[in-house]
T-cell receptor
Framework: GESVGLHLPTLSVQEGDNSIINCAYSNSASDYFIWYKQESGKGPQFIIDIRSNMDKRQGQRVTVLLNKTVKHLSLQIAATQPGDSAVYFCAENNNAGNMLTFGGGTRLMVKP | EAQVTQNPRYLITVTGKKLTVTCSQNMNHEYMSWYRQDPGLGLRQIYYSMNVEVTDKGDVPEGYKVSRKEKRNFPLILESPSPNQTSLYFC??????????????FGPGTRLTVL
């Protein structure tokens, strides 16, 4: 498949454990944040989003936490599965809400 | 099936030879965008369009052109490609990037190599 990045930070977890992927964003005026998952050979896939008026949002097996004080975003994946192995990107909405700026990505590797 | 399609998926060309990468979506989305993805740099936005005949520069627009004559299509044009435009390109669409409830759908990617 297509290579996403040769020197990405990598998180390696055991199947069944919880994963936490972190992201620092740059623009204190950003008001919308998204996590994407990118598998090898595919385009990014939406996972979960959160607005700046919230500090936590839960989906199925995933939770996003937002700390506006320190401009930090995290993605928690419960009971990580081999199918969760991918590169994960955070993105923030800026430029009056018309553009997304992506973080560099974190590679999640799940060991069976 | 709701999808974003890109063509071609792979392209090898030479410096200076004009090329177009097509992007089409079947979801009646107003917002469309082009990104390039490079190792160590993540995804960077090239151009975006909020609606037909409305296009705006993203973070890295130099060397690229776009057009939005129809709602479903958003081609990326490289008038005179150079080797530094060798990259993986993604098209994306969304009904709205601002609502916070609309998924941005990405195409499968186009791997471009400029020799």
């Amino acid at each position: 498949g297509e290579s996403v990045g040769l020197h990405l930070p990598t998180l390696s977890v055991q199947e069944g454990d919880n994963s936490i992927i972190n992201c620092a964003y740059s623009n204190s005026a950003s008001d919308y944040f998204i996590w994407y998952k990118q598998e090898s050979g595919k385009g990014p896939q939406f996972i979960i989003d959160i607005r700046s008026n919230m500090d936590k949002r839960q989906g199925q097996r995933v939770t996003v936490l937002l700390n506006k004080t320190v401009k930090h975003l995290s993605l928690q994946i419960a009971a990580t599965q081999p199918g969760d192995s991918a590169v994960y990107f955070c993105a923030e909405n800026n430029n009056a809400g018309n553009m997304l700026t992506f973080g560099g990505g974190t590679r999640l590797m799940v060991k069976p | 099936e709701a999808q974003v399609t890109q063509n071609p998926r792979y392209l090898i060309t030479v410096t200076g030879k004009k090329l177009t990468v097509t992007c089409s979506q079947n979801m009646n989305h107003e917002y469309m965008s082009w990104y390039r993805q490079d190792p160590g740099l993540g995804l960077r936005q090239i151009y975006y369009s909020m609606n037909v005949e409305v296009t705006d520069k993203g973070d890295v627009p130099e060397g690229y052109k776009v057009s939005r004559k129809e709602k479903r299509n958003f081609p990326l044009i490289l008038e005179s490609p150079s080797p530094n435009q060798t990259s993986l390109y993604f098209c994306a669409s969304s009904s709205s990037i601002k609502t916070g409830t609309d998924t941005q759908y990405f195409g499968p990617g186009t791997r471009l190599t400029v020799l």
